[in-house]
Each structure stands twice: as structure tokens, then as C-alpha cells.
Nanobody, 115 residues
Framework: QVQLVESGGGLVQPGGSLRLSCAASRTIRMINTMGWYRQTPGNQRELVASITSSGSQTYVDSVKGRFSISRDNAKNTVYLQMNGLKPEDTAVYYC?????????WGQGTQVTVSS
């Protein structure tokens, strides 16, 4: 079982930056894949970025060049650096972990991009 706690969300103006953090309850070296999803009301959750235990990264096209996912194994933490934020990035962002074939989810952190 994996517990995930997100932090770092908030209100930012268009063009601004935020860094989201996801702290895991166990070493992320044992978690196959970790990632970030986002969801707005009435929409399905969208995979924003993912990173494997070997460091391979994927991004949804809309955030390529603006977002970067990284991990700190010593701190059991995964980060999502978000630059050049746009209003359409506004959503609740959820950290997820794929472990032993099951997905685990954090509670989510709100990101609002507005002037």
C-alpha cells in the first residue's frame, strides 16, 4: 500500500510557475511508475506526466516544453515543475503511483491560473 500527499498548488498568474510535490510513504525506487494527472469539473482525469523507476518520462502534448517531472529517491518525492502556466492548466492535480499492478492516488492539490 502506498500513501501519497501532494503539496505546492495555489493561485498563480498566467505565465507564472509552480512546483508540485508528491511525498510517498515508501521508497519510490520500488514503485514502477509515478505520475501526475489533472481533472476539471465534468472531465475525465488527464495524464499530464509520468516517470518510471528507470527515469523514463512522458508528457501530454499540451505541456511539453513547459512542465518537467522529476524525482528525488532519497526523499521519496516526485515533483512537477510547471512553467509558463496558462488558464487552461487550471485543475486539481493528482499524484499517482503504479505499484504491484494497482494505482494509488493522492488527495489532489488545486492549481488555479488566473489574472
Amino acid at each position: 500500500q502506498v500513501q501519497l500527499v501532494e503539496s505546492g498548488g495555489g493561485l498563480v498568474q498566467p505565465g507564472g510557475s509552480l512546483r508540485l510535490s508528491c511525498a510517498a510513504s515508501r521508497t519510490i525506487r520500488m514503485i514502477n511508475t509515478m505520475g501526475w494527472y489533472r481533472q476539471t469539473p465534468g472531465n475525465q482525469r488527464e495524464l499530464v506526466a509520468s516517470i518510471t523507476s528507470s527515469g523514463s518520462q512522458t508528457y501530454v502534448d499540451s505541456v511539453k516544453g513547459r512542465f518537467s517531472i522529476s524525482r528525488d529517491n532519497a526523499k521519496n518525492t516526485v515533483y512537477l515543475q510547471m512553467n509558463g502556466l496558462k488558464p487552461e492548466d487550471t485543475a486539481v492535480y493528482y499524484c499517482t503511483a503504479l505499484f504491484w499492478g494497482d494505482n494509488y492516488w493522492g488527495q489532489g492539490t488545486q492549481v488555479t491560473v488566473s489574472s
